[in-house]
């Protein structure tokens, strides 16, 4: 069974760095893509960065948070990080880490396997 747990959210002051983290399990993350969705309250969910298999190895970050955040691989403890540096206020959202089975491009993927999410609050 694939199964993706989040762990790292929290709450954090205007700035800040916060690190995720998504652990796997019953697949194996090096030939699959892994990617980091948000969903702040009201609105629909946002692909926020994605990393290819390591064969690919090509990353993808959305534009609100290019430059900001960057995403990584532990290849021998299979996770994947998602690092966010310099956080705002609108950064504020559930965030969920997840993987697709079957299509292993970061741009056409729509995902068909999720984390539980973790919330990130940004706040003074």
């Known amino acids: 069974q694939v199964q993706l747990v989040e762990s790292g959210g929290g709450l954090v002051q205007p700035g800040g760095p916060l690190r995720f983290s998504c652990a796997s399990s019953?697949?194996?993350?090096?030939?699959?893509?892994i990617g980091w969705v948000r969903q702040a309250p009201g609105k629909e969910r946002e692909k926020v960065a994605c990393?290819?298999?390591?064969?690919?190895?090509?990353?993808s970050y959305a534009d609100s948070v290019k430059g900001r955040f960057t995403v990584s691989r532990d290849n021998l403890k299979n996770l994947v990080y998602l690092q966010m540096n310099t956080l705002r206020p609108e950064d504020t959202a559930v965030y969920y880490c997840?993987?697709?089975?079957?299509?292993?491009?970061?741009?056409?993927?729509?995902?068909?396997?999720w984390g539980q999410g973790t919330q990130v609050t940004v706040s003074l």
């Open positions: 990393i290819e298999s390591i064969s690919r190895g090509s990353a």
């Open positions: 997840a993987t697709d089975t079957k299509d292993l491009d970061c741009g056409s993927s729509t995902y068909d396997t």
């Open positions: 019953g697949f194996t993350p090096d030939y699959s893509i």
